[in-house]
Structure formats: structure tokens, C-alpha cells
């Protein structure tokens, strides 16, 4: 097969993912793909073909040192395209790793293709309000909007292990501090409550979080009661610049609806919305609208799905 694709990303879940992406690119240009990771055996990856790369010391906390592995193996593969999965450290191994292999590299690609020598593919601009048409001159790098494509299972296939030697960093470590973080994952919920800036105080998330447990959802929220308010870990936070969900349902309690935050909940199948303010944005996403106030709103949703329960 002369096409080669290469899928990675620093976790095997996004990996599976990249794979799904890489599997269809490779199948259409009549090629085959290879799922690559950094140190482990590979177990946890889809796909027949796995490579794992290894060197002296750990490689996969450092984008540093992982654009650098990558860098040395695609060199001797020459890979035509090489996938990477559009996390923020996904984003940095990319662009490294562009540069050191003297490639094209573009972002946030999905709906991917080959044709006439260039990766095609799209990408949402203007915080989702428009979608974008791309084509890169091959070989080339390319990160996945996450979320956009179903993960591939984990396959028996063995990896081949590749020994890279010392591998240097170029930057140091000055100091470690640990970050808070959450166990959702938003990108496979079904159902989703999301909070905004209606929700006046932390404590009172509790509202939130009690009608997401009564329908079985999970809790998300926009980007100030993650990112300016702490209120939330970032991995509920919804929209352009965090998760882009695709649930069944998702309820957005409190929210403006601003399009960064439109943006990542645009897959989903029926958008519902709390507001107090009649012209709130949301409502022109939302399938379904109640104009009230949260606090007075969500007890008797609350109250009444708990009496149906019974």
C-alpha cells in the first residue's frame, strides 16, 4: 500500500479515535494506516497495524519530546499524512512536529479526504459560524476536532515497538503544579444539563447537578464557570475553545448562548434552554425554551421527574 496515514494522540481514547479518522482517509486513497503511541504496548489501540515508540526515558508528558519521536520515526516511514488528535497538548505535538518534518499543518480538520495530492478537509471558523473548506499539499500534518468521528474498539493486534535511543528535551521543567480536574467525558453522554452565568453561586450547581442525576445526564457548563470562576473542572466545559458534545439531549440552564458556546453543542439532537431573558441567544439554538427563573424552574422539574420515578 503506497498511502500511509498515521494516527496519534497521547491517550489511547483519542487515539481510537484519530484511528476512525485515519481508517476512512487511508481506505478511500487506497492505502492502510498505523495507530502510534509513546511507551505502553500498544494494547489499548485499535487498528491491525500498531507502532509504538520508546526511547531512554518516558516520552508521552512532553510534547517536546513526543514531536521529536514522532519526527524521527515518520522520517524513516515517510508517512503521507500524520493524524493527530486536537487536544490542546495534540495541538502543540502537531505543530512541533510540522516544523521539525518541514510539513504544512492545519487544525481541527474533520470530514477528511485525499484528492488531487492534498488532505481535504473541513473546519469550523468564526466560532462555528461558518465551515471551511481546506486542502493541504501532501505529505502533511493535521490535528481531528475531537468528537467528530466514533472511536474504534481496542484490537488483539501486537504493536511493533520501535527503540528511538536518548532522545534530549528541548525545554525544561520549572515547576509542577497539579490541576484540578473532572471524571466526565461529555463527548460520549447521552444527555447533558449544562450551567451558565444564571447560576449565581457555586453552591448552587447542587440544583444542576440533582436534575442531571434524575434524568441520568451528566453536568457541563460554559466557558466562566470553568475558566474565569473555577466553579468547574475545564472538562465540562462546553464549546468552541473546550468539548464539542453530540448528546440526545442538551439542556442549557442560565446560558446566553454565545456562539463560542453554540458551537459545541450544534450536533446535538434536541437543544432545550432555561433563561430569564426571553431574547437570550440560546433560544434561537434551542428545539425547546423556557423563559422563567432557574431557581423557580428547576425544583418543580426536579420534583416532578422524582414523583414519576415512583
Known amino acids: 500500500m503506497s498511502f500511509k496515514v498515521w494516527a496519534f494522540s497521547e491517550t489511547p481514547e483519542l487515539a481510537n479515535e484519530v484511528a476512525a479518522a485515519a481508517s476512512g482517509l487511508a481506505s478511500g486513497a487506497g492505502g492502510g494506516y498505523t495507530v502510534v503511541s509513546l511507551d505502553g504496548d500498544g494494547s489499548a489501540l485499535a487498528g491491525d497495524d500498531k507502532l509504538v515508540l520508546k526511547a531512554s526515558a518516558p516520552l508521552a508528558p512532553s510534547p517536546d519530546l513526543a514531536a521529536e519521536a514522532l519526527a524521527r520515526a515518520a522520517r524513516e516511514s515517510n508517512p503521507d499524512v500524520v493524524l493527530i488528535g486536537s487536544s490542546r497538548n495534540g495541538k502543540e505535538i502537531a505543530a512541533r512536529l510540522a516544523v521539525k518534518l518541514g510539513q504544512p499543518c492545519v487544525s481541527d480538520l474533520f470530514g477528511l479526504s485525499v484528492a488531487g495530492g492534498a488532505l481535504r478537509g473541513k473546519r469550523n471558523v468564526f466560532a462555528g459560524k461558518l465551515l471551511a473548506e481546506t486542502a493541504e499539499p501532501l505529505p502533511c500534518v493535521a490535528t481531528v476536532k475531537v468528537g467528530s468521528y466514533p472511536s474504534l474498539p481496542a484490537s488483539s493486534a501486537k504493536a511493533l515497538e520501535k527503540e528511538l535511543?536518548?532522545?534530549?528535551?528541548?525545554?525544561?521543567?520549572?515547576?509542577?503544579?497539579?490541576?484540578?480536574?473532572?471524571?466526565?467525558?461529555?463527548?460520549?453522554?447521552?444527555?447533558?444539563?449544562?450551567?451558565?452565568?444564571?447560576?449565581?453561586?457555586?453552591?448552587?450547581?447542587?440544583?444542576?447537578?440533582?436534575?442531571?442525576?434524575?434524568?441520568?445526564?451528566?453536568?457541563?457548563?460554559?466557558?466562566?464557570?470553568?475558566?474565569?470562576m473555577g466553579w468547574l473542572p475545564e472538562e465540562h466545559h462546553i464549546g468552541l475553545t473546550g468539548v464539542s458534545v453530540h448528546p440526545d439531549l442538551y439542556l442549557a440552564v442560565g446560558i446566553s448562548g454565545q456562539l463560542q458556546h453554540v458551537a459545541g453543542i450544534k450536533d446535538s439532537k434536541v437543544i432545550a434552554a432555561i433563561n430569564s431573558d426571553k431574547s437570550a441567544p440560546i433560544f434561537e439554538a434551542a428545539d425547546y425554551g423556557i423563559v422563567g427563573d432557574l431557581y423557580l424552574v428547576l425544583p418543580a422539574m426536579i420534583k416532578e421527574l422524582r414523583g414519576r420515578r415512583h
Open 165 to 228: 535511543g536518548e532522545l534530549k528535551p528541548t525545554t525544561r521543567v520549572i515547576e509542577r503544579r497539579e490541576k484540578k480536574r473532572g471524571t466526565v467525558d461529555l463527548r460520549n453522554a447521552k444527555l447533558i444539563v449544562s450551567a451558565g452565568r444564571g447560576v449565581k453561586k457555586k453552591e448552587d450547581l447542587a440544583l444542576i447537578s440533582d436534575l442531571a442525576d434524575v434524568l441520568g445526564g451528566a453536568v457541563g457548563c460554559s466557558r466562566p464557570l470553568s475558566s474565569d
